[in-house]
Every structure is written in C-alpha cells, then in structure tokens.
T-cell receptor, first 115, second 117 residues
C-alpha cells in the first residue's frame, strides 16, 4: 500500500515562528502536493512538485514556500506564521510522469493552529 | 479556466434512502480525468473512483454508482440505500494536462453527507 506520512497530526505555533510541515511518501511517486483545507472552501492547492527540486505555485502560494531535495520528501514552510494560516494541511502524492490518470494518495493531515 | 463545482454544501438523509451528489466541471482540455474522494471524520481522503474523458460509461460498484455526461460536464455520484457509515465529506476532483505540469488535481468544495439512523 502507498503510504503518505505527515510528520505531525496536530501542531500549535506562535505568530511569527518559522514552521516546517514534513511529508514523506514511500512509493517512488513523481508528484507531490500540499493543500490546505478550510470549511466552505474545500481543498486549495498551495504548491506542487513534479520532480526533485522542481516546484510550481498552486492557487494560494503567498506566505508559503516548499522544498523537495529528495524524491520521497516534500516540505512546506511557513516563513513567518500568521493566524490566517491556521488550517488543516494535507499532503498528497501521485505517480506522475506521463500518466495522467493516477489518483493522488493523501496523508492523514496536519491541523495547524497559529496563536 | 478549470473549475469543479459541487453545488450541494450539505445533505442529510435517513438511512436506506438513495442520495445523489452533484459535480459539474469546466476544463479547456479534451483529455482529462475525474475523481471522487471520500473524507470520513478521521480526516484522511480516500480515493473512490476515476473516469477518463473518453469513457462515458456509467459505473456501478456495490451501492455506489457514477454517471458521467460530457454533454453537461457532469460527473454525479449516487449512493443507493445509504448507511450511517457513508457519512463523510465527498469531493469531486479534476485532473488535466496543461503547460507541461500534468496531474494537478483541482477539487470542488465538497459535499458533507450526513446519514441518520
């Protein structure tokens, strides 16, 4: 089974802190994604990566950056956390390459609260 | 621009009722895939089905069925004889190829289904 693991289930951080959310997948997938999920807004794409060291902005990249130094790991970075970044963060991976039809596999989510 | 619309925010039914979750999409591509995911209260999204843009056959899997109609850009999901365990948020998603970055999933806002005993 494909496994996507997010490092924390719950996280509480202070305003202004630098926050790292880590995600690891074990199926050699090319694509990795970071979404945030908010009530009434569904899942919104923050960043995605289709290869090591490659990244592309999603719909809401402001205030976030990402890092993909190894194929299996995709990190989301909040440079200076703010209260409006309190949310559920979901990491996902998919096979990628020229294969368009593969579904994405999701981690269990990290509920981040910024106080 | 690509977009997925789930007009129903919340639906509440009584066990054993049939329920249909609507999904309408917009895309500029001729090649694309549609997906449904389930998010139970535990939070992890679970893949249910994929359908490619060239295959308009309806699909049935147990109590679940999907109706894909390109003419109306819709990919609706029906649960027959609903059960309490079907209570979850259901997301419709679209994957298309554009600009060399393929496989990006665009999600609708989700429909929260509550099935009462």
């Amino acid at each position: 089974d494909v496994k996507v693991t997010q490092s924390s289930r719950y996280l509480v951080k202070r305003t202004g802190e630098k926050v790292f959310l880590e995600c690891v997948q074990d199926m050699d997938h090319e694509n990795m994604f970071w979404y945030r999920q908010d009530p009434g807004l569904g899942l919104r794409l923050i960043y995605f990566s289709y290869d090591v060291k490659m990244k592309e902005k999603g719909d809401i990249p402001e205030g976030y950056s990402v890092s993909r130094e190894k194929k299996e790991r995709f990190s989301l970075i909040l440079e200076s956390a703010s209260t409006n970044q309190t949310s559920m963060y979901l990491c996902a991976s998919s096979l990628g390459g020229d294969i368009l039809n593969t579904e994405a596999f999701f981690g269990q989510g990290t509920r981040l609260t910024v106080v | 621009a690509q977009k997925v619309t789930q007009a129903q925010t919340e639906i509440s039914v009584v066990e054993k009722e049939d329920v249909t979750l609507d999904c309408v999409y917009e895309t500029r591509d001729t090649t694309y895939y549609l997906f449904w995911y389930k998010q139970p209260p535990s939070g992890e999204l679970v893949f249910l089905i994929r359908r490619n843009s060239f295959d308009e056959q309806n699909e049935i899997s147990g109590r679940y069925s999907w109706n894909f109609q390109k003419s109306t850009s819709s990919f609706n999901f029906t649960i027959t004889a609903s059960q309490v365990v079907d209570s979850a948020v259901y997301f419709c998603a679209l994957s298309e190829y554009y600009g060399g970055s393929q496989g990006n999933l665009i999600f609708g806002k989700g429909t929260k289904l509550s099935v009462k005993p």
